[in-house]
Structures are given as C-alpha cells and as structure tokens.
C-alpha cells in the first residue's frame, strides 16, 4: 500500500486544506500532531496500536513519549516530501485517538533549523558533519536518528565574524501570528514581515535574529 501512495506527493497547502487533517499540521515537509495522553500508559497503548497499523501498511512515524503528551511525525523520508501515505497514516492515528478519547494538540508541535553563514560551504561541511555526527543531504545535514535540529549552509561574500549562526523556528501556520506577537510583547522586535505569512524575522532585546517560518516558506 505504501510504495503505492508514496507515488503521489501532497502539496503543503492541499494538506492543510483536507478536513481529515484537521488535527495535524504542516511544519517543514512533515505532518505533525501531539496526542494529550495524560499519562505514560495510555500513551504506551496508543504506540502499540500505532505500531500495528505502520506495520500494517509499511509506512511508519517517529512517536516521541512524554510524560503526558506522545508527539507524532509522518513524512516520506525516501522523498524528502509528503505523499497520500503520510496523509492515509495520519488519518489512521487520528482515528485512533478518537476511538480512545484522547485530543489532538497540534498547535504543540514546532521545528528548529540553524543556519551558518560561510563563504565556502563545500570547505566547511564535511567538518560540521563530522562535529555534529549528522549526515550530508543536498549539501545540508542532517541528523540520522531525528533528534536535533536541521543544519544548513548560508553562502555570504565575506566572512563575517566568529561565523553568523540564523535560527530558523517553524512552527504551524495558524500560530505563527501568535508567536511572533508573544516575542514582541516579551521585549523583542519586529525586524521585518516583508515575506509573511513565509516568515517573519525577529531581534531579541540585544539584536539577535531569529525567523519564524510557515510551511508558506517550502509552498
């Protein structure tokens, strides 16, 4: 079933737009969601079940367990994009979670990706990659058990001092607006939103910049 559907990329905005999905969200090229389970166990059973039906249709998610919360991730690693089987396996899970009364939280759920910014990224790759133990991937990294966040190279003219480290945090759609007005009231500032609903660039109370980024940005 999966090599089937895996045959037939999804746009981000077609995913956002499917009612089925309504419990999920678009971050990066993955479909996201948290399950408030309340507590380990009920967390636990949901996993197996989830578990079973990954099996079932040779597709499978990464599952991250916490106390109260089991945070959830479908794409399609072999083509670096969504496909109808991340859409028919998120489908699946809400299911699921609706047959054990247990919500979906997907304003929860955000990424993190760092940006440095070299002259030459060909020359500096290979020792982020050995630093870090991450993995090239089209020229940027990434690491190979799904842990920390992505890396990426900013080619620049001149080498900027010490190297310039750009914080990218994506997060869904329909809480960007929020969380860049939360940053603002909590001291910072709004350096630009020349390319929103993309992202929205910020500066802490002492300069530094962070993005705030949609799926409108891979879109």
């Not at 949901?46 to 040779?58: F, G, N, Q």
């Not at 991340?86 to 054990?100: F, N, P, Q, T, Y």
């Not at 060909?122 to 058990?145: C, I, M, N, Q, T």
């Not at 997060?171 to 009231?185: G, I």
Request: hydrophobic fraction near 40%; charge should be negative.
């Amino acid at each position: 079933m999966g090599s089937v559907l895996e045959n037939r990329p999804v746009s981000a905005e077609d995913a956002s737009a499917r009612p089925t999905l309504s419990g999920w969200r678009v971050v990066r090229h993955f479909l996201r969601t948290a399950l408030r389970t309340g507590a380990m166990p009920v967390g636990a059973n949901i996993i197996s079940r989830i578990v079973d039906v990954a099996e079932e249709m040779d597709h499978h998610p990464d599952l991250d367990l916490r106390y109260g919360t089991l945070y959830v991730s479908v794409t399609t690693h072999s083509r670096g994009t969504l496909t109808e089987a991340d859409v028919a396996l998120a489908e699946r899970i809400s299911g699921i979670a609706e047959e054990l009364g247990v919500p979906l939280a997907p304003g929860r759920v955000n990424d993190l990706e760092i940006g440095i910014s070299v002259i030459n990224p060909e020359r500096v790759r290979a020792f982020w990659s050995a630093v870090l133990g991450y993995k090239e991937d089209d020229g940027e990294l990434s690491d190979p058990h799904g842990r920390l966040p992505h890396v990426w190279f900013h080619r620049v003219p001149a080498q900027p001092p010490h190297g310039d480290l750009e914080l990218d945090v994506h997060v869904p759609h329909d809480v960007a607006e929020d969380r860049v007005r939360a940053a603002v009231a909590a001291g910072g500032r709004l350096v630009s939103d020349a390319e929103a609903p993309a992202r929205w660039v910020l500066a802490d109370p002492e300069g530094a910049e962070v993005r705030v980024c949609t799926w409108h940005d891979r879109h």
